[in-house]
């Protein structure tokens, strides 16, 4: 009632009578009083979190399997390689994946360091798959609330060098983002409901498999795998597009023959030298190397269009690629680039980045099939 009395007497009305200086001044006090009032309570009463420790999984997995190829990327990797598929294809070949929806070179690094490097495993291989510009750009989900607490869960101790690389790229803004997450985690937990709604609905709806993973995952005693975790991305993407089918077919896309990649324009941003140093990507190699006898980076092609053309490259994004091999052969590292593979049709895409499940077995195959030397 007070701050409603103290605002009704600060209305146009009731300054009609007290015009000049005085009025400015309340004018900002009562900016200051509505930011008070907006920020002030839940700096107060922020609900305690517990400390989030080292989650050794990853560490557990590798050491358990000893794997002898590694794979690391995002939810792109995890629709694409089948692990148990190469063992099928490579009798007694053992192969794992580090990968997680939504990430991106931050964590790959933190993957490669903490988990890879102290678990002994010594892969003949180490695939690291990225799309365009992901190898120079650690940014992900980092800035969100559960972004945060994936990298907390994959730091050991201090990590310095993850924190000057990710202090340049966040700046400013994205610590003060980072910090009004904290206090207002509202979008956070709409974007969480969400996907609990969807999979509660995709309990009921979707496949069996589907609801034997989402079963374990809830009260399962042992932890989900990889494969298992691809599975569920692939599945979920699969019932939004389900939902929203009859709003967005692809039958009534346009056919495009636009560039794919980065837009043009851009050429100052996509320096790859002036990125280099500010990127996890010469620790990457240089802890690769350490670890895995070979170390692979592969680019992840970009869906073509309906009627199966491929898109060309912007200008910037090719003397980007350029600099990218350039960089890379005088490190001794290969690069495959998959952007030249015409064996993936459009219908095998859920959408831009992720294959469907029914074609994932058909992708390792020529995975395999492609790097055939590094699987000898």
Known sequence: ??????LKARSPEARQTRP?????????????LILAVILVPPALIRTQRDPIRFDDHHLRQLQALQPEYVFVGSSTLLSRIDPEWIGALRPGTRAYLLGELGSMSA???????????????????????????ELTDPIDETGSVTGQEKIARNRVGDEALFDRVMGHHKGWIGRLREGLLGLYPIQETWRQSGLWLIDGIGFFAASPEYRAYLHKRLFGSEPVTSSEAAAMVAQREHFKR????????????????????VSGGEEERLLFSARLEHSFLPELIRLGKEVASRVVLVRIESRPAMDETRHGESGPLRAYMADLRE?????????????D????????????????????RFYTERFVERLAEVFR
């Open 1 to 6: 009632m007070i701050m409603f009395s103290w």
């Open 327 to 339: 960089h890379l052969t005088r490190e001794g590292v290969e690069l495959h680039d998959f952007n």
């Open 341 to 360: 593979e015409r064996a993936f049709r459009f219908e095998m895409y859920l959408d831009g980045g992720h294959i469907k499940p029914e074609f994932r």
């Open 242 to 261: 389900q939902l929203a089918e009859g709003i967005f077919s692809t039958a009534n896309q346009r056919v495009l023959k636009g560039k794919s990649g």
């Open 20 to 32: 000049g200086v005085r009025d400015r001044w309340g004018g900002w006090l009562s900016v200051a």
């Open 107 to 133: 964590l790959w690094y933190l993957w490669v360091k903490n988990s890879l490097l102290p678990s002994g495993v010594r892969p003949k291989a180490l695939f690291i798959h990225f799309r365009d510009t």
